[in-house]
T-cell receptor, first 117, second 118 residues
Framework: DAGVIQSPRHEVTEMGQEVTLRCKPISGHDYLFWYRQTMMRGLELLIYFNNNVPIDDSGMPEDRFSAKMPNASFSTLKIQPSEPRDSAVYFC???????????????FGSGTRLTVV | AQKVTQAQTEISVVEKEDVTLDCVYETRDTTYYLFWYKQPPSGELVFLIRRNSFDEQNEISGRYSWNFQKSTSSFNFTITASQVVDSAVYFCALSEVEGGTSYDKVIFGPGTSLSVIP
């Protein structure tokens, strides 16, 4: 398996523009998570999906952020309009249910480094 | 509410020294999972270990070992004979089981930056 695939790796955009981050989870994983990493706030969970259904979006900072998972193999995180304070590394991760046995955790993608100028 | 504390912000050791990274957690649940992840300078997050709250056996994997103590709510990570390639940020994380579901929300600690000097 190629792992969790995120695109783009880097994104530089101007304030006010729409930004769309993409994620392809590992096939067979039931859960998909979007995290944001900044120096000030560390790793923050934004939203997660179970079987393509959003379960908890309490971490989404504001209405400018939205996430979708139209099918089991694709998810997007959209910011509209973007602001400089949105600059961060955005990670997507996928996982089996925790109750599944074995020593496993999330598998993270390589992240998207977003810079809003 | 669940919380993970990693009091050591940065640690520097000389190669071949042993180093322990501390992790203290807070949870109201009796069933939970603890994790360690590594983030090398390249930026990816790499899963190292998962431990459930009912398994207090220490774990050893090569030069890595983990000490889980429920009495002190700690899940410490030791690297023996450290190497330059161990230089990374290490995150401890906690996941609570809510209502017996497979709810899988993981909360990460702030991380400890480890520098291994040649």
């Amino acid at each position: 398996d190629a792992g969790v695939i995120q695109s783009p790796r880097h994104e530089v955009t101007e304030m006010g523009q729409e930004v769309t981050l993409r994620c392809k989870p590992i096939s067979g994983h039931d859960y998909l998570f979007w995290y944001r990493q900044t120096m000030m706030r560390g790793l923050e969970l934004l939203i997660y999906f179970n079987n393509n259904v959003p379960i908890d979006d309490s971490g989404m900072p504001e209405d400018r952020f939205s996430a979708k998972m139209p099918n089991a193999s694709f998810s997007t995180l959209k910011i509209q309009p973007s602001e400089p304070r949105d600059s961060a590394v955005y990670f997507c991760a996928s996982s089996f249910p925790r109750t599944r046995g074995g020593n496993y955790g999330y598998t993270f993608g390589s992240g998207t480094r977003l810079t809003v100028v | 509410a669940q919380k993970v504390t990693q009091a050591q912000t940065e640690i520097s050791v000389v190669e071949k020294e042993d180093v322990t990274l501390d992790c203290v957690y807070e949870t109201r649940d009796t069933t939970y999972y603890l994790f360690w992840y590594k983030q090398p300078p390249s930026g990816e997050l790499v899963f190292l270990i998962r431990r459930n709250s009912f398994d207090e056996q220490n774990e050893i994997s090569g030069r890595y070992s983990w000490n889980f103590q429920k009495s002190t709510s700690s899940f410490n990570f030791t690297i023996t004979a450290s190497q330059v390639v161990d230089s990374a940020v290490y995150f401890c994380a906690l996941s609570e089981v809510e209502g017996g579901t497979s709810y899988d929300k993981v909360i990460f600690g702030p991380g400890t930056s480890l520098s291994v000097i040649p």
